[in-house]
Nanobody
Framework: QVQLVESGGGSVQAGGSLRLSCAAS????????MGWFRQAPGKEREGVAS???????NSADSVKGRFTISRDNAKNILYLQMNSLKTDDTGMYYC????????????????????WGQGTQVTVSS
């Protein structure tokens, strides 16, 4: 089982930036497919960005050009750099992971992941 701990959430004004971190243990991040998801009040959890073992990334259309997923293999940490934040980006952000093959592509479906962090809150005000 992968253990995941998110950090870096907070409150920011629209147009601002935040960087979320997800520290992984139990597995090295290079053996995992990983992703960031978010859930706003009253809405379903949705995929934001994901990264495959080979470093190929994928992101939701709503965040393309604004959010960047990356990882530090030496530190075993997954990041989500969020720029040009909008009020619609408000929600609880979760890190997710799943051991996968080297051929697996980055996925934004929550059904693809079986390990989840506790979440970190992001609030964007106008």
């Amino acid at each position: 089982q992968v253990q995941l701990v998110e950090s870096g959430g907070g409150s920011v004004q629209a147009g601002g930036s935040l960087r979320l971190s997800c520290a992984a243990s139990g597995y090295t991040v290079t053996t995992l497919c990983m992703g960031w998801f978010r859930q706003a009040p009253g809405k379903e959890r949705e995929g934001v960005a994901s990264i495959a073992r080979d470093g190929i990334t994928n992101s939701a259309d709503s965040v393309k050009g604004r959010f960047t997923i990356s990882r530090d293999n030496a530190k075993n940490i997954l990041y989500l750099q969020m720029n040009s934040l909008k009020t619609d980006d408000t929600g609880m952000y979760y890190c997710a992971a799943q051991p996968c093959s080297t051929r697996a592509r980055p996925r934004l479906s929550r059904d693809e992941y079986n390990s989840w962090g506790q979440g970190t809150q992001v609030t964007v005000s106008s």
